[in-house]
């Protein structure tokens, strides 16, 4: 094979090594540039508020970490961080219906006083702990007091609500393939 030689090979050959050293054309750039996207893991800071109270926040904790696209997050949240880069910060409003549901009607359940555990004095509002015949556990809210009886609230706590996300993307890293 012929080497090429000469005053114009030289000058190619300091372009491409300029060119290499420019912004721009490293691997480093080109990670802050990714977009969240599906198989991605997010490093996020967060604080979600419904009603102008606030619920949860990573104030004063770790970032919150998910991998894009495996339903680790709910679907409303999810669509919209879809796109963003880090660095980037938003306000995302999500409804009910793409949160966590409306209320269901039919997730209540009216109980005996007597079924609560002996030393519970019951209240609206209280939240309980409980397993079912599967072995499940779940939580349920008193709702309503009835006389002798408790009407217990199965939904979530955060359905039929309108979640307010004010969120700040840190970090945005390729999940390694399994």
Known sequence: MKQMRGPGW???????VVAALQPGGDAEEGAMAAAVQDNM?????YTLTVD?????????????HYIHGRRQVI?????????????????????????YGA??????????????PADASPEIG??????????????????EL?????????NHPLAGKTLTFKVKILDITPVPAS
């Open 103 to 116: 209320v269901d009607p039919t997730a209540f359940m009216e109980i005996p006083k007597a079924q609560l």
């Open 75 to 99: 679907p409303g949240l999810e669509r919209q961080l879809a796109g963003m880069h880090a660095g980037d910060s938003a306000e995302l409003t999500v409804a009910p219906e793409d949160g």
């Open 10 to 16: 030289r000058l190619i050959g300091a372009i491409a």
């Open 41 to 45: 893991d997010v490093g996020m800071e």
């Open 126 to 143: 209280m939240v309980l702990r409980g397993v079912n015949p599967d072995g499940q556990q779940f939580r349920a809210r008193i709702s």
């Open 146 to 154: 009835k006389g002798e009886n408790v009407v217990l609230d199965l």
């Open 52 to 64: 102008d109270a606030v619920v949860d926040s990573t104030e004063g904790k770790e970032p919150f």
